[in-house]
């Protein structure tokens, strides 16, 4: 710290070209261990995604060791509060579920960070969100599960968790009959399917790509993306607070699997993170396994990714209102 007070003081009167001061945040990685947290438990979407950003963030930081550390519980509450909390020093960041947003905005008191204040590093994907029907649970509509006389029961990571959040959204505006099984952390939810613990989930559809293709399950309406082969869930809707919800739904899909850091990491660090992660993510061997896992890759780094962050937080007042309703509920 002291010599870099130093080099500060020998730029502002001109003795250090600005070249020099330019490098000074990638070279401080050299030798580092850096903390990549993902918010839940090993296996699935996120931790995948987590540790393939990790392996090739390292590859184009040079000098630096990135270690991953899971830390599930509370529907990410627990990872996420606690990359907030670290020392802004560049060395601790991670990944974490989207519908940590609609928390936030309904004020929940566990909720021990502000997304809008996060350094934020990239974005891995775009990703829909679909509900997907077990195969044993022999509903193979939309229309068949909101006419099912019986309760259906779906799965969910926890409590602040985008498939809880979601779920219940969902479930209230479009009256559908289901009870949400928290609780299901990393691929645990497709375990449950398997052994008809439960019928339904919603997720992310590069999650559930491969349980559908084996034939365990079938996707019966998706929010967000391009693909036609499913029905769009906004088809469905048949009031304006179930459009909204809907609407604010895909808007979370655009900003899928996420990495950020605490607030206030000094510029020159997080700007040597947002290009190793812009590097990372554009490199044609990322690219390759990523596609041999079949997650989407459709990557943004740094500021883009921090107003599209920003943009997902401001829903309408009434919006709002209702989902600090339904959470106090819940």
């Not at 439960?198 to 997720?203: A, F, H, L, P, S």
């Amino acid at each position: 710290m002291r010599m870099r007070n130093v080099a500060a003081g020998l730029l502002a009167i001109g003795l250090v070209p600005n070249e020099a001061w330019s490098q000074e945040g990638p070279a401080f990685f050299d030798g580092k261990t850096i903390t990549y947290i993902v918010a839940t438990d090993p296996g699935g979407g996120y931790d995948t995604n987590g540790r393939l950003v990790a392996e090739y963030m390292q590859k184009h930081l040079p000098g630096s060791t990135f270690v991953v550390q899971n830390m599930p519980g509370a529907g990410h509450l627990i990872g996420t509060n606690y990359i907030y909390a670290s020392e802004p020093d560049g060395l601790t960041m991670g990944t974490f579920n989207t519908g940590l947003i609609y928390g936030q905005l309904a004020g929940d008191p566990a909720a021990k960070f502000d997304l809008s204040k996060m350094s934020w590093i990239g974005k891995v994907s775009s990703d829909p969100r679909v509900i997907v029907m077990s195969k044993e649970s022999g509903i193979e509509s939309f229309e068949q599960l909101a006419a099912s006389k019986e309760t259906v029961r779906f799965a969910a990571a926890g409590r602040g968790s985008a498939a809880t959040v979601e779920t219940g959204m969902l479930a209230k505006t479009l009256n559908l009959p289901i009870e949400i099984i928290d609780g299901y952390g990393g691929n645990e939810d497709q375990l449950a399917m398997r052994r008809g613990e439960v019928k339904g989930v919603i997720g992310f559809r590069s999650t559930w790509e491969k349980f559908v293709a084996e034939g365990n399950g079938k996707f019966i309406a998706q929010i967000g993306g391009s693909q036609t082969d499913v029905p769009q869930l906004s088809t469905f809707a048949t009031n304006d607070e179930s459009k909204k919800v809907i609407a604010l739904i895909e808007s979370q899909a655009k900003i899928a699997r996420l990495t950020a850091g605490p607030p206030g990491i000094p510029p020159d660090r997080l700007n040597a993170l947002i290009d190793a992660y812009a590097k990372a993510t554009s490199d044609p061997e990322f690219i390759a396994k990523a596609k041999s896992l079949k997650l989407p890759v459709e990557p943004l780094a740094g500021q883009p990714v921090a107003d599209a962050v920003a943009a997902a937080m401001q829903p309408s007042p009434e919006l709002v209102a209702f989902l600090k309703d339904m959470m106090k509920k819940e």
